[in-house]
């Protein structure tokens, strides 16, 4: 039996990549996946060690380094294998075109951007936002060599708060940092699902994992974010009382 860590070698796909999902039992999801238009083929023992990875990185959010070293190697096959590979042909399960990442920053990176804050005003942040369309590079925290994205604006803001419920953050404890200058606070980070490293079609991943997620994953230690939204922002102004939140975030 070959073993994860026998892998460092070109990826065998054979002529079709995943052509045969042989682990979905249901059989509504089986035909999802031949809606895909994916010609049959049995998997290669590759193709099957993928699927499990990916399975258990859903699922169990296991962090196998072997599943780095696969999504390295298929990215160059990102445009012989777009139907799986391509986050963009799983445009019909979400809107708009953008990749989402609730995380956490530094305050430094924020607050003393020199201009280009605005209100976001859409429906998918109950709280209200703003956000900055700057150009920043984020550096990935952890060495997998990939990061989990969501072309759901809701479910990076879920993410985000959560790591804000991890570290016992209150929204008061945000304007605090504002004023120490300190501290990391939760982001909402956008980018395009043209970047050129993201990978896997969302629909595809859902499939896989079945739970509703439609996770991307892009291939890098550093991205180029387009944006950063600051989520919740009603809750945060309701917080700063005596504090001209515009002397941090300026343009708004």
């Not at 994992?209 to 387009?226: A, C, N, P, R, T």
């Amino acid at each position: 039996m070959i073993k994860l860590k026998d892998i460092l070698r070109e990826f065998d796909t054979g002529d079709v990549l995943l052509g045969a999902p042989n682990h979905m039992a249901a059989p509504d999801e089986l035909n999802r996946w031949k809606e895909l238009g994916i010609p049959y083929e049995p998997n290669t023992i590759d193709e099957r060690q993928l699927l499990l990875l990916l399975r258990n990185w859903i699922t169990k959010e296991d962090k196998n380094p072997e599943l780095g070293k696969f999504l390295k190697e298929l990215l160059p096959l990102k445009k012989k294998f777009p139907i799986i590979l391509d986050p963009i042909k799983g445009r019909s399960v979400y809107e708009g075109k953008s990749l989402y990442r609730g995380t956490l920053l530094p305050l430094q990176d924020l607050i003393y951007r020199n201009s280009g804050w605005k209100l976001n005003n859409s429906v998918d942040f109950q709280y209200g936002a703003i956000e900055s369309e700057i150009p920043y590079t984020w550096t990935a925290v952890g060495e997998k060599g990939f990061t989990s994205w969501t072309p759901s604006p809701e479910t990076a803001d879920g993410f985000a708060a959560d790591y804000m419920s991890k570290n016992g953050m209150t929204f008061k404890n945000i304007i605090d940092r504002l004023e120490d200058g300190s501290g990391m606070i939760p982001v909402i980070l956008k980018i395009a699902d043209t970047y050129p490293t993201a990978l896997m079609n969302p629909r595809v991943m859902n499939l896989i994992g079945g739970l509703g997620e439609y996770e991307v994953f892009v291939i890098s230690d550093q991205i180029k974010v387009k944006s950063i939204i600051v989520p919740n922002w009603k809750l945060i102004q309701d917080e700063a009382v005596d504090v001209d939140l515009t002397k941090y975030f300026k343009g708004l």
